[in-house]
Structure formats: C-alpha cells, structure tokens
C-alpha cells in the first residue's frame, strides 16, 4: 500500500523525541510517523488513535516489526483525554496530528472519497457511522447543502452546485461518485474547470461534514495542549486553510502573554504564556517532487512552557 507521510522529517524533528518518553499520534493512518516515532522510542510508550479499522490493521502489522512499546486506540481523536486516562496517562512529552485524508483512503475506491474513482457516495473514515456522503447529498436541505459547501469547501459557486444537486435528485437518488462529480461539472462555468477541478472543493466539504472534522477539532487540540508536560510539543499538518485557522485560532488563545509583563527581559517562568509558537514549516521543494499532495500542506509547532 503506497503512502507517503507528508512533513515526516520536519515533524519528528519537531517532537524532539525522548527515548523514555510518552507520545501520541492522534491520526495513525498507515503509520508514516508512528513508525518513526516508534523507531526513536525504547522504554517509552507510543499511543495512536485511528478510527479506520483499515488503517488500524495495516498499521499493526507495521508497528510490531519496530517494538511493542505502543498500543493503537481505536477512536477519534476527539475522546483523546478520555481515552489515555482509561490508560493511566494524564501527561505526555509530545503529540502530533496529520488531518484530513490519507492516500490510501483516496485510492480506494469503495471508499468514495475520490471524484475521480466511481464508487457508492460514503466517505466516512469510521464505517460504524451512519452518515453518509450519500444521505448528505440526497437528504440536506438546499440551504444546509449549500452552507457546508461554502463553508466547508469555500467553494465560489456553491449555490450553484447545490441547485444542481437539488434539482437532480427530484428526479433521480444520486448513488455514486461520478454520478456527484458530473452534476458539480454542468454547475459551474468551463473557466472554473479550466482552472481546477470543479468537484475538488464539494467533495471536501461533504467530506468534512461526514466526518465532523471541524467542529470536532478545538476541543482535540485544546486536550492535547492541556496533556503536555512543560516542554512537551505538540505538531500539526493542516491540508487547507479551516482547518489551519483552526489550529491558528487555538495555538493564539493558549500563547496570549500577560499584558503587564509584555516584552520584559527575563520573565519568571511562572508568568511566560503557556504556549511558545514556532514557525510554520511548509513542505520542501524536494518534497513536492516527491509527493504532489503534500502541496496544500502546513505544519505548525508549538512549545509548552509552563
């Protein structure tokens, strides 16, 4: 199974990993960072969550080739605190994220996530869930397709696109991938399509929506702040801009500085902001010519201090 982890060698380079240390990948996929997390690690322990029962199977038989120093978590990342407390864990030294979807998830094509793959309308990463891409496209109001498809893909021509799903759906259910991909096409101008793929933008936010990917994202970052020891790090590659402002809006609240003692030489520790944020890391030109999807993405850093 082909997959390439993006920001792999910045990101680890950014965990500072400890070998007795405790770190979580909250987003194991096929273990790209877990592996090499794992490889660093000898007495310390390696948690990952991961809601695909692909991804957690594939993943296994990677991991207990490295070690047995980790245990895989089979849930969102939104029940992270909860999780590692049933585990006795209430502080680690580092924690990463890599959101959005995996290349292996893309080139499945039973999993609809693709628009260039025909496939039934599903997209759910956990396939215990009863949502659907399908139940989203057929069932959603006019309104509320178009908000998540605006919202969610800031997509230009949203209400054209969901006008187009609305009225084919009176005559016909819209079952499949490619069937989604045509109406989205017929929607919009032929100078959009020129310029990118006009199915790109809907199928993400359907995608989101699915998922709850968003909504579920400030309450996961803000636990996993809250678990770091001082001097933990937390990593996280974005892969479009609300998810990235997102972690943005989150890194600021938790760094804001105390008014009073802004910009005084040698702050007591006690009194420094909780957070320190490094620069963000974009994918090096090496990278990119490696792997084309690794474009859109964004990896921010950040330091606790106290």
Not at 60 to 73: A, F, S, W
Not at 147 to 167: H, T, V
């Amino acid at each position: 199974m082909k997959h390439i982890s993006v920001l792999l060698e910045p990101t680890i380079n950014a965990l500072n990993i400890k070998e007795d240390g405790v770190y979580v990948d909250c987003t194991l996929g096929y273990a790209g960072h877990s592996s090499a997390i794992l490889k660093k690690l000898k007495k310390g322990k390696l948690y990952a969550f991961d809601q695909d029962i692909d991804a957690r199977v594939y993943s296994e038989n990677v991991l207990k080739n490295i070690g047995n120093n980790y245990e895989i978590i089979p849930s969102n990342f939104v029940n992270l605190k909860e999780e590692l407390e049933k585990r006795g864990v209430t502080s680690i030294d580092g924690i990463m994220f890599d959101l959005g979807v995996s290349s292996p998830q893309l080139d499945d094509a039973q999993r609809g996530f693709s628009f260039h793959l025909d496939a039934p309308l599903d997209m759910r990463m956990d396939r215990t869930l009863k949502l659907t891409a399908k139940e989203v496209v057929n069932n959603y109001s006019f309104n509320d397709l178009y908000r998540i498809i605006k919202d969610y893909g800031e997509e230009k021509y949203a209400k054209q696109i969901a006008r187009a799903i609305e009225k084919h759906r009176e005559e016909k259910e819209i079952a499949t991938t490619l069937e989604l991909k045509d109406i989205i096409s017929q929607a919009v101008p032929a100078k959009y399509k020129r310029l990118t793929h006009p199915a790109r933008r809907t199928f993400q936010a359907i995608r989101i929506e699915v998922n709850k990917e968003l909504s579920i994202l400030p309450k996961a970052l803000n636990d996993a702040i809250d678990l770091l020891k001082k001097d933990g790090v937390i990593a996280v590659i974005t892969f479009h801009s609300l998810e990235d402002k997102i972690c943005q809006e989150v890194f600021k609240e938790r760094s804001k500085e105390d008014m009073v003692l802004k910009g005084m030489p040698n702050v007591p520790d006690e009194y420094k902001p909780e957070l320190k944020i490094l620069k963000k890391i974009k994918p090096s030109k090496e990278e990119l010519e490696i792997n084309k999807r690794s474009r859109s993405a964004t990896l921010r850093i950040a330091i606790k201090q106290k």
